[in-house]
DNA sequence: TTGTATGCGTTATCAT
DNA sequence: ATGATAACGCATACAA
């Protein structure tokens, strides 16, 4: 801040011209090597730091990006922001961050106030509506995470195939009346997840599901959710996520109902701490960081159109086996 | 990006010059209150934007501040993070995220890379050296987390205090033999609270600490330091963090060990997650959002010197008894 | 009260 | 290969 050595000190000190200075440590330009390595030299003595902002004023880029999410403290959302910003720094861009707090409103404001500041804006499981979308989306190049809207680029993972697998694995263990503990009914993800329900269930013979009704996507709405659960009747409960997933489990503990002798529960995403609690919480693996990394390529993809397209990296879902799924108890 | 409507456009629109464009929308200029009337109307109208890094160019503030953390998937930092965000949200300010993924020579490149782009940085947990610290610390105005160096500002919670309430929780408890799992030598909280445990140990009449030795501050940190503390003899354990503890708690559920029946377990810290296992892990909270708000209070008040002076918080850390912790079984 | 001119640090254009 | 000059979008000193 205080101590800024700009072109014009290193110029002098070098005995050249700004623009030369300018051109010796941008690399692809035109400069004796000899004259280039003294003004390397000199830079590195005074300790210059070039000012992103004004290079950002005359060509257009910023190399910074923005990064929206809906809350940082959950894990399923730093996982994506730390593969945001790994990528990001690998690439030479740096990455504002903005966490929503789950509000639609707030999220919108802070696309407008960021968008001007940014090349481009990574949008994650993104709350406002469609019209918002569409009004900020001719304004700044942009990528989405788990929503896709018009012909923007988006990133997400097969619902229908984390479906598939959630499924056939309780399937294949036998058992015939799965509940579905659902997340909100707005989110754009739910509304997948349930699609791929009612696509996979009639594909497995006497299958029957319930729904269990919508659930906040968190470990209270997870307890919320297990009493209807167990109400249902039902051998297994697939939530939402694993947030909810965790939250079944702790409230099924506190009943004294047995995991997974009287109920088998099984998440999605595996976030992190899904491994944390006993028992381990089987559940459907995203790569989370993965997804944040294809969002940066993506996105660079937009705004150095010259570079070679990326090609689409797919997103393989896993199913992960842990303690909290089993064959049903017969009664 | 595209359509960049600039002070031109809006000075051409309402008949007006650039510069009387800028000061209408400044909101302590001398303006008629017609004029300012119609540029507003204007500026909404063509939905201009201001260029915050232009701005920044001139008035050499830009309005954008830097966190530098350790790893975001760490549910702590994720909370101060967010702290941090929310707050400098509210002041005006947008800011950089950067996650140096424990690598004390990537956090300096990043501190280095940021500098010239913020008004000021906050360093969480800095792995760097005090060499290295003092290297930034004249060339950026910045705060420290949880590290004190010369008479930069620092945000830390009172180590000593958790250590008291922590030890003095299991010695009630009837515990006379305590193990410590402790965190990474190098780390300067773990320095802290190692004082604090030699400070407070006299004070209890009989008790007995065994340090385990250094551990990962992670899970399987944790994981490995539990069978260290059931050898140790120990009737309870402290972690140095809740990760940590919640390692402990699933290794000794493996081991078959009761908790707390024959071992009680504490961590530090209250991070989301310790509520989501069973037992619950017993800890001391400190209050990680309000960490990051006070950060950012205090390096507002180091860029804004005229502004009244926040006075220090204080970040008060209090006991959460769960049920990982009891009187020791009767032998 | 408003307009003109200048400069922030950098790169691009056009000379040389 | 290098230097002079202009321009990016904005805010401010100064003039009117």
Request: hydrophobic fraction near 45%; aromatic fraction near 4%; include cysteine.
């Amino acid at each position: 801040m205080a101590g800024s050595i700009t072109v014009r000190d290193v110029a002098k000190a070098a005995g050249v011209s700004a623009s030369t200075v300018s051109r010796a440590l941008a690399a692809n330009s035109v400069v004796a090597a000899e004259t280039r390595e003294r003004i390397i030299n000199v830079a590195r003595q005074l300790g210059y730091r070039p000012n992103h902002a004004a290079r950002g004023l005359i060509t257009g880029r910023t190399h910074n990006i923005g990064l929206v999410i809906p809350d940082l403290e959950n894990p399923y959302f730093a996982s994506v922001t730390k593969g945001v910003q790994s990528r990001a720094l690998t690439e030479g861009y740096s990455v504002f961050i903005a966490d929503s707090d789950e509000d639609a409103r707030a999220e919108l404001e802070l696309v407008r106030k960021l968008s001007k500041q940014v090349d481009g804006l990574i949008l994650c499981s993104a709350r406002m509506s469609d019209a918002d979308i569409a009004s900020v989306a001719d304004d700044t190049t942009m990528v989405l995470i788990n929503r896709e809207w018009g012909d923007l680029t988006s990133v997400v993972v097969d619902d229908s195939e984390i479906i598939r697998q959630a499924l056939e694995h309780l399937y294949a263990l036998g058992h015939r009346h799965i509940a579905y503990a659902g997340g909100p009914s707005t989110s754009w993800s739910n509304r997948k997840r349930w699609a791929g329900i009612e696509a996979v269930q009639p594909k497995l013979e006497g299958l029957t599901i319930s729904p269990l009704g919508s659930f906040a996507p968190v470990f209270g709405g997870g307890q919320s959710a297990a009493d209807v659960a167990v109400a249902s009747g039902a051998t297994a409960v697939l939530a939402y996520n694993d947030l909810m997933g965790l939250g079944i489990l702790a409230r099924l503990a506190t009943r004294g109902i047995d995991v997974p002798g009287d109920m088998s529960v099984m998440g999605i995403d595996d976030v992190n701490v899904a491994t944390l609690v006993s028992p381990g919480l089987t559940t459907v693996r995203s790569p989370l960081t993965k997804i944040g990394r294809s969002a940066v390529n993506a996105l660079i993809d937009l705004i150095e159109p010259t570079d070679r397209h990326n090609s689409i990296e797919d997103l393989p879902v896993q199913l992960v086996v842990r303690q909290s799924t089993s064959v049903p108890r017969s009664r």
